[in-house]
Nanobody, 124 residues
Framework: QVELVESGGGSVQAGGSLRLSCTAS????????MAWFRQAPGKEREGVASIHRDSVVTHYAGSVKGRFTISQDNAANTVYLQMSMLKPEDTGMYYCVADSECYAALRELDFRYWGQGTPVTVSS
């Protein structure tokens, strides 16, 4: 079982920045791929970005490409999501997820391990 703990959520005005952190309980084959999903109020959950911890290959949703950056610190077992030029539509609960493989399509069913989430609110 991989445990994931997120932090860094909060409230910010449109155009601002936030950095989310996610620390995993282990660095094994079960957490080779780590990613962020989000769920806005009244909407379905969607994938935001992923990173393969060995190859450092990343994937992004089109809606965040150029504004968000996913990165990692393997020594700290931590993955980050740097969010810039935030928009009100970025508001939602952000979840850190992990599993053994990354795919270009960010799908919930590819990730077995989920954190509790950290809220992000962007006001206009």
């Amino acid at each position: 079982q991989v445990e994931l703990v997120e932090s860094g959520g909060g409230s910010v005005q449109a155009g601002g920045s936030l950095r989310l952190s996610c620390t995993a309980s282990e660095y094994t084959y079960r957490s080779k791929c780590m990613a962020w999903f989000r769920q806005a109020p009244g909407k379905e959950r969607e994938g935001v970005a992923s990173i393969h911890r060995d190859s450092v290959v990343t994937h992004y949703a089109g809606s965040v490409k150029g504004r968000f950056t996913i990165s990692q610190d393997n020594a700290a077992n931590t993955v980050y999501l740097q969010m810039s030029m935030l928009k009100p539509e970025d508001t939602g609960m952000y979840y850190c997820v992990a599993d053994s493989e990354c795919y270009a399509a960010l799908r919930e069913l590819d990730f077995r391990y989920w954190g509790q989430g950290t809220p992000v609110t962007v006001s206009s």
